[in-house]
């Protein structure tokens, strides 16, 4: 059971963790790609977008990349 | 309502709404120490921040779920709503630390990783008595997290309001688990009755203004009967509708809302497109139609929002009769110009 939770609570971290790396990556250029309305808008609010693009990454990379496949 | 979007969207009226919430969430602390002081001197530092902000957070959950019948109750309930998205996001930055401070106090000073141990330091799933309560705790804070990251409006364009509306009303699962993880945890083990009676109220609060809203929502919702061979519906006299407000109606599966003003009656849909408000419970500001949720505006006559911005609702053609408002429920497409029934002609 420990190791299962274990196992369990690891991959959510590790889930976190590629979440951080693609969120860093989604507010320095994704967001401008998926919604214009991004463009020009300050690092407070990037950061504010940042927990839950850490959440949300498989959905906004979805977005991201079939946005880059229509341009 | 910005063309591009501001990190947090202050006005007077929301600052000095952040201002009394903060203020009162101060007040609260303040009082809790020193309440707890006072009867309970022995308490550490530690256990009096968790159950403080347990308590904070708590209320301040319930006050959020009140707050939305209320408004339907009671126009005078209003000022509430305006800013409701930042006591939700700090309600769970309370809640945060209540979870931080409980995790490290009771499941930090072992071998086993602190999360890991949430979930078995106690694995009696089987018990009502002895169930781990503090993994219901943990999947409602998840909740309250998703909804307080996706809270700014960049979301609600990108989720689709559809999605976001479905993961905000969350709010409603996680509140069954913290009933449960309040009951099952603080309450059982404490052999607290005063907690008992506070929970009780708190649920019967919540529920029955639920169910008040959703009755008087229901008695408002008229479907008048009838038709003039032209397919319009009268729908009330015009002197039932007051100045610069709207009088709703629901007429086959048409959600609308008509506005008296400047002499004239325009009708449009009823339904925000921002967050899906009642826009008939607003009014006319400025010669728009102002959604009483967060602002979002329309013009009467052709349901955009006024350039640069680009929301849209249907409209639909209105008349009047002998002193009566006539409407055809059939919608024209969104933002398509209207001509107002004039009043008196």
């Known amino acids: 059971m420990e190791a299962l939770l274990t196992l369990v609570v690891n991959l959510f971290f590790f889930y976190l963790l590629l979440g951080l790396f693609f969120a860093l990556a989604f507010i320095w250029k994704g967001a401008e790609k998926i919604d214009p309305k991004t463009n020009d808008t300050s690092w407070f609010f990037k950061l504010l977008i940042m927990p839950g693009a850490i959440a949300l990454w498989p959905y906004l990379l979805s977005k991201w990349v079939a946005k880059s496949k229509r341009l | ?345």
């Open chain 2, 1 to 345: 309502m910005s063309v591009n979007y501001a990190p947090i969207l202050w006005n007077r009226q929301k600052k000095r709404y952040d201002r009394i919430m903060l203020g009162l969430i101060t007040l609260y602390l303040i009082l809790f120490a020193a309440f707890q002081l006072l009867f309970r001197p022995e308490i550490s530092p530690e256990t009096l921040i968790i159950r403080a902000t347990a308590t904070l957070a708590f209320l301040m959950l319930h006050l959020i779920l009140m707050i939305g019948p209320l408004c339907r109750l009671d126009r005078r309930f209003l000022p509430l709503l305006y800013n409701r998205r930042h006591l939700g996001v700090t309600m769970f930055l309370i809640a945060l630390v209540h979870a931080a401070f409980s995790i490290i106090q009771f499941h930090a000073l072992g071998d086993v990783n602190p999360l890991v141990s949430v979930f078995t330091s106690n694995i009696n799933y089987q018990s009502i008595s002895q169930f781990p309560f503090q993994v219901l705790g943990f999947f409602a804070l998840l909740i309250l997290f998703l909804m307080a990251a996706t809270s700014h409006d960049f979301w609600l364009d990108n989720l689709s309001p559809r999605i976001w509306k479905s993961l905000h009303m969350m709010v409603y699962f996680a509140y069954a688990l913290l009933v449960m993880h309040v009951l099952l945890g603080v309450l059982q083990q404490e052999g607290y009755p005063a907690g008992f009676i506070f929970l009780g109220i708190g649920m019967v609060a919540v529920s029955s203004l639920h169910l008040a809203a959703a009755i008087k929502g229901k008695r408002q919702e008229e479907r008048p009967e009838g038709t003039t061979a032209d397919t319009f519906v009268p729908v009330c006299r015009v002197d039932e509708i007051l100045e610069n407000r709207a009088k709703v109606v629901i007429i086959r599966q048409e959600n609308i809302a008509i506005f008296k003003y400047d002499g004239k009656l325009s009708a449009i849909n009823n339904v925000c497109k921002h967050q899906n408000g009642p826009l008939g419970e607003g009014k006319i500001v400025d010669g728009c139609i102002t959604c009483p949720w967060h602002g979002y505006q329309y013009l009467p006559e052709n349901g955009q929002s006024p350039p640069p911005f680009t929301e849209k609702v249907a409209t639909y053609d209105v008349k009047v009769m002998d002193g009566k408002v006539y409407v055809n429920p059939k919608p024209y497409p969104e933002g398509t110009t209207r001509p107002a029934a004039v009043i008196g002609v």
